[in-house]
């Protein structure tokens, strides 16, 4: 069973950077970071397969967030850079055996969540 941790989360201004940790007690898992905003669905924003260690990234993330394993495997990191205030939100990280999926219904292990608040 995966126990998750996240921490990095913080209040930042636009433009600025912000480094996620997801701190994974169980590795071989892939891991996903999905961000909630209030009032809106959970939603995908990168994911690392332990597997092949490919990546996937939404289209909001690409080319702005970076997400890495260190650590042997146990920390996944999502390095954020040109935030924008649409990426507040809370950032939870997320585990499950197999393949990249975009969808939350699909990971059976949660972090509680760090929030990230970009003002403008």
């Known amino acids: 069973q995966a126990r998750l941790v996240e921490t990095g989360g913080g209040l930042v201004q636009a433009g600025d950077s912000l480094t996620l940790s997801c701190n994974s007690i169980?590795?071989?898992?892939?891991i996903t970071w999905f961000r909630q905003a209030p009032g809106k669905d959970r939603e995908f924003v990168a994911s690392?397969?332990?597997?092949?260690?490919?990546?996937l990234y939404s289209d909001s993330a690409k080319g702005r967030f970076i997400i890495s394993r260190v650590d042997a495997g146990n920390t996944v990191r999502l390095q954020m850079s040109n935030l924008e205030p649409d990426d507040t939100g809370v950032y939870y990280c997320?585990?499950?055996?197999?393949?990249?999926?975009?969808?939350?219904?699909?990971?059976?292990?949660w972090g509680r969540g760090t929030q990230v608040t970009v003002s403008s």
């Open positions: 997320a585990a499950r055996f197999g393949p990249i999926v975009r969808s939350p219904e699909q990971y059976l292990y």
């Open positions: 169980g590795t071989k898992y892939t």
């Open positions: 690392s397969a332990w597997s092949d260690d490919g990546t």
